[in-house]
């Protein structure tokens, strides 16, 4: 099955290139961090593809084909029981600490994108609708490092699968881990976007807004043992405006002060929600300072306030320092289990990075926790930090 899909996915590549080359574009997708490997200072997951222009349904605005691919090797930590879905922190239910392992996996995304009526920012559609089919093969492992200790905010070692779920984990708390824990996953998305923001990279002014349907239906997710049942409706808002801007008589940026601000409104809910999609819209996640899978009831709702200070720009590489202020609130049962909670969290901090071109950021974050708790580092830990690679926004 898998040789057959990348076989097709290098047909359409080569047929889109035929078209011919000045009709391309290269696309970004994303990349993400194994907190293991060199601390997570380089990232150990990357998407990117190619972007197909050529075509013309509506005169002026842009009618796009996008083919993208990717792979990598993430940590996955995860705290709730995998039998009863309580969220044990620090996981006293089973003195186990929390369920640490790999996932080795291979993504790929083809999309239709179709932009309608004029922007006030000069080259831009203002709305854009895009129709996606999301793939990805999962197989998920023992961690790298099994059997050492890790703090987690309790001095255990890190288990096996094998020794954490058992050899043929049956749970439906954690879809994907199922089985021979090999995961195939089908998604659908559909987003609109309405773009009425001027980013130069060093600054930015105007709104940004999009909406999200992602849809794994059951029936398309049951290839492998694992499995997965579940929608989600994102609406994610971002306001920009420059304080102050200087460049020099040539147009080069040497130094500009941005205010930004995003709302983020997520609903997810459905029989089987797999770790990976858990990941991205938990409230740990988006509220920065606390741990990715933490928080993830069935609705959030988070907002991130940024004033964001851009240094001297040569060859598109430039300083930022970004202070932030952010709060979130998340509400309703955790994911595939009967269990609620009720969540607030708040926090303020730093992010001092080297930004590339715009779309890498690498550098290093200092959180302030005013709520709730880090949950590897525990109640009494306040000042948190990590690295970071990328902003969100």
Same mark, same amino acid.
């Given at each position: 099955?898998?040789?057959?899909?990348?076989?097709?996915?290098?047909?359409?590549?080569?047929?889109?290139?035929?078209?011919?080359?000045?009709?391309?574009?290269?696309? %970004?997708?994303?990349?993400?961090?194994?907190?293991?490997?060199?601390?997570?200072?380089?990232?150990?997951?990357?998407?990117?593809?190619? /972007?197909?222009?050529?075509?013309?349904?509506?005169?002026?605005?842009?009618?796009?084909?996008?083919?993208?691919?990717?792979?990598?090797?993430?940590?996955?930590?995860?705290?709730?029981?995998?039998?009863?879905?309580?969220?044990?922190?620090?996981?006293?239910?089973?003195?186990?600490?929390?369920?640490?392992?790999?996932?080795?996996?291979?993504?790929?995304?083809?999309?239709? !994108?179709?932009?309608?009526?004029? !922007?006030?920012?000069?080259?831009?559609?203002?709305?854009?609708?895009?129709?996606?089919?999301?793939?990805?093969?999962?197989?998920?492992?023992?961690?790298?490092?099994?059997?050492?200790?890790?703090?987690?905010?309790?001095?255990?070692?890190?288990?096996?699968?094998?020794?954490?779920?058992?050899?043929?984990?049956?749970?439906?708390?954690?879809?994907?881990?199922?089985?021979?824990?090999?995961?195939?996953?089908?998604?659908?998305?559909?987003?609109?976007?309405?773009?009425?923001?001027?980013?130069?990279?060093?600054?930015?002014?105007?709104?940004?807004?999009? %909406?999200?349907?992602?849809?794994?239906?059951?029936?398309?997710?049951?290839?492998?043992?694992?499995?997965?049942?579940?929608?989600?409706?994102?609406?994610?808002?971002?306001? !920009?405006?420059?304080?102050?801007?200087?460049?020099?008589?040539?147009?080069?940026?040497? %130094?500009?002060?941005?205010?930004?601000?995003?709302?983020?409104?997520?609903?997810?809910? /459905?029989?089987?929600?797999?770790?990976?999609?858990?990941?991205?819209?938990?409230?740990?996640?988006?509220?920065?300072?606390?741990?990715?899978?933490?928080?993830?009831?069935?609705?959030?709702?988070?907002?991130?306030?940024?004033?964001?200070?851009?240094?001297?720009?040569?060859? /598109?590489?430039?300083?930022?320092?970004?202070?932030?202020?952010?709060?979130?609130?998340?509400?309703?049962?955790?994911?595939?289990?009967?269990?609620?909670?009720?969540?607030?969290?708040?926090?303020?901090?730093?992010?001092?990075?080297?930004?590339?071109?715009?779309?890498?950021?690498?550098?290093?974050?200092?959180?302030?926790? %005013?709520?709730?708790?880090?949950?590897?580092?525990?109640?009494?830990?306040?000042?948190? /930090?990590?690295?970071?690679?990328?902003?969100?926004?």
């Amino acid at each position: 099955m898998r040789k057959k899909l990348l076989t097709l996915l290098l047909t359409a590549f080569l047929a889109l290139a035929s078209l011919g080359a000045s009709d391309f574009k290269f696309v %970004f997708g994303g990349l993400d961090q194994h907190s293991e490997i060199l601390f997570g200072f380089l990232p150990a997951y990357a998407n990117a593809g190619v /972007g197909y222009t050529g075509l013309s349904f509506i005169d002026g605005r842009t009618t796009e084909l996008d083919l993208l691919v990717g792979g990598g090797y993430l940590q996955r930590k995860v705290w709730q029981n995998p039998e009863s879905g309580v969220v044990d922190y620090p996981v006293t239910e089973n003195g186990k600490g929390p369920l640490v392992y790999d996932s080795a996996l291979v993504d790929w995304v083809v999309r239709f !994108s179709q932009g309608f009526f004029a !922007s006030p920012v000069e080259g831009k559609d203002l709305l854009t609708a895009s129709l996606s089919y999301e793939g990805a093969w999962e197989m998920n492992l023992d961690s790298i490092v099994k059997g050492k200790m890790r703090t987690n905010h309790l001095d255990k070692a890190v288990l096996t699968l094998d020794d954490y779920i058992g050899t043929d984990y049956t749970g439906s708390v954690y879809p994907d881990l199922k089985g021979n824990r090999q995961y195939l996953s089908t998604l659908f998305n559909f987003r609109l976007r309405l773009d009425m923001m001027d980013d130069q990279a060093t600054h930015s002014d105007g709104f940004l807004a999009t %909406f999200d349907v992602d849809w794994a239906s059951g029936a398309l997710n049951r290839a492998l043992d694992g499995t997965a049942d579940y929608y989600s409706l994102t609406l994610n808002m971002v306001g !920009s405006y420059t304080l102050y801007n200087h460049t020099d008589e040539n147009g080069r940026h040497w %130094f500009s002060l941005t205010l930004i601000d995003r709302a983020n409104l997520n609903w997810t809910d /459905g029989d089987e929600v797999p770790v990976s999609a858990q990941g991205p819209i938990s409230l740990g996640r988006k509220v920065r300072g606390y741990n990715t899978y933490t928080y993830n009831t069935q609705l959030t709702f988070v907002n991130n306030l940024d004033l964001r200070f851009s240094g001297p720009s040569f060859a /598109g590489i430039f300083p930022r320092v970004n202070l932030f202020l952010d709060m979130g609130y998340g509400t309703g049962k955790y994911f595939n289990s009967s269990q609620e909670g009720d969540n607030f969290l708040a926090s303020t901090g730093v992010q001092v990075t080297v930004s590339f071109w715009d779309f890498i950021d690498l550098g290093y974050q200092v959180a302030y926790l %005013f709520t709730g708790d880090k949950y590897t580092e525990g109640p009494d830990v306040r000042v948190t /930090g990590s690295f970071t690679f990328f902003l969100d926004f």
